[in-house]
């Protein structure tokens, strides 16, 4: 059985960094897209960043790049988002998510369609 579980929320100030970790169970992150998503209240849940398996390829939505950064570590089946430079529009609850597919292309590997697991979520507050 596939489980995900998040870590390392919290309630930080703007400008503080907070990393985020998934623990991956029942398959091996080495072999899996992993990504993160996030859902602020009353909006959908949106991409942020995911890592490919093999070359470990990267992407991030626009409103992250260059403050958020997401690895892996394949001997702890861990997947962080380290993120900085934090912005009260980045409050939401965090869901990492993964799948067995390696998804071609930016569209897919944003897309919560093409992801078959999920977290319960760890939550990220963002004060002014």
């Known amino acids: 059985q596939v489980q995900l579980v998040e870590s390392g929320g919290g309630l930080v100030q703007a400008g503080d960094s907070l990393r985020l970790s998934c623990v991956l169970s029942?398959?091996?992150?080495?072999?899996?897209?992993m990504a993160w998503f996030r859902q602020a209240p009353g909006k959908e849940r949106e991409f942020v960043a995911s890592?490919?398996?093999?070359?470990?390829?990267?992407n991030y939505a626009d409103s992250v790049k260059g403050r958020f950064t997401i690895s892996r570590d394949n001997a702890k089946n861990t997947v962080y988002l380290q993120m900085n430079s934090l912005k009260p529009e980045d409050t939401a609850v965090y869901y990492c998510?993964?799948?067995?597919?390696?998804?071609?292309?930016?569209?897919?590997?944003?897309?919560?369609?093409?992801?078959?697991?999920w977290g319960q979520g760890t939550q990220v507050t963002v004060s002014s």
């Open positions: 998510a993964s799948t067995s597919r390696y998804l071609v292309g930016t569209t897919r590997r944003s897309a919560r369609s093409e992801y078959d697991y």
């Open positions: 029942g398959r091996t992150v080495s072999t899996s897209t």
């Open positions: 890592t490919m398996w093999g070359g470990g390829s990267t």
